[in-house]
Nanobody, 115 residues
Framework: QVQLVESGGGLVQPGGSLRLSCTAS????????IGWYRQGPGKQRELVAA???????NYADSVKGRFTISRDTVNNTVYLQMLSLKPEDTDVYYC?????????WGKGTLVTVSS
């Protein structure tokens, strides 16, 4: 059974940082494309950052230069390092693993940026 579990969310002040983790069981991240999405109440889901199984990364314009996605294939974990957080980064963040014909979602972790 495939399971993705996100962690690392929480409350942080504007300008602060957090590192989210996504750990998988039942699949190997090394053969999947991994993305971090976010969505808040009344907002559209947004792809924040992604890394292909070949290691190519891409980012939403809103987070470029502040967020970094990385993958640890030994521990089967993907990270999202978030710096210089802004109130508009407040959302539930989801980890997604995908490849042709398959897509798996985690349950999300809440990030709240507020003073």
């Amino acid at each position: 059974q495939v399971q993705l579990v996100e962690s690392g969310g929480g409350l942080v002040q504007p300008g602060g940082s957090l590192r989210l983790s996504c750990t998988a069981s039942g699949l190997s991240f090394s053969i999947y494309n991994i993305g971090w999405y976010r969505q808040g109440p009344g907002k559209q889901r947004e792809l924040v950052a992604a890394v292909t199984r070949g290691g190519i990364t891409n980012y939403a314009d809103s987070v470029k230069g502040r967020f970094t996605i990385s993958r640890d294939t030994v521990n089967n974990t993907v990270y999202l390092q978030m710096l210089s957080l802004k109130p508009e980064d407040t959302d539930v963040y989801y980890c997604v693993a995908s490849r042709t014909g398959m897509r798996y979602w985690g349950k999300g972790t809440l990030v709240t940026v507020s003073s």
